[in-house]
């Protein structure tokens, strides 16, 4: 079992910047991909973004390429995602997920966090 705990979300104006964090722990050497998606009120979870625990290959959605990074700190088992030239659509809870698979589908992964709040306001 992994143990996920997120940080950093909060309250940013337009055109913001966080940077969330997701400390692992636990079995972290069971995951091949570390993952964050995020939900808004009376949406679908959602993709964002994800890394391999082994190459760093990195995947997004369409609708935060070239804004989000995805990075991971082996040494600290700990993933972040940077996210830059935020908008009220970005407006949700964002989680990190591990997964045993290269997957970006929610079902395939296995551990979740709680979750974090990040709220732009336009």
């Known amino acids: 079992q992994v143990q996920l705990v997120e940080s950093g979300g909060g309250l940013v104006q337009t055109g913001g910047s966080l940077r969330l964090s997701c400390a692992a722990s636990?079995?972290?050497?069971?995951?091949?991909?570390m993952g964050w998606f995020r939900q808004a009120p009376g949406k679908e979870r959602e993709f964002v973004a994800a890394?391999?625990?082994?190459?760093?290959?990195?995947d997004y959605a369409d609708s935060v390429k070239g804004r989000f990074t995805v990075s991971r700190d082996n040494a600290k088992n700990t993933v972040y995602l940077q996210m830059n030239s935020l908008n009220p659509e970005d407006t949700a809870v964002y989680y990190c997920?591990?997964?045993?698979?290269?997957?970006?589908?929610?079902?395939?992964?296995?551990?979740w966090g709680q979750g974090t709040q990040v709220t732009v306001s336009s």
């Open positions: 636990g079995r972290t050497f069971s995951f091949t991909t």
């Open positions: 890394v391999r625990a082994s190459n760093s290959f990195t």
């Open positions: 997920a591990t997964s045993p698979y290269a997957s970006k589908l929610a079902a395939d992964f296995r551990s």
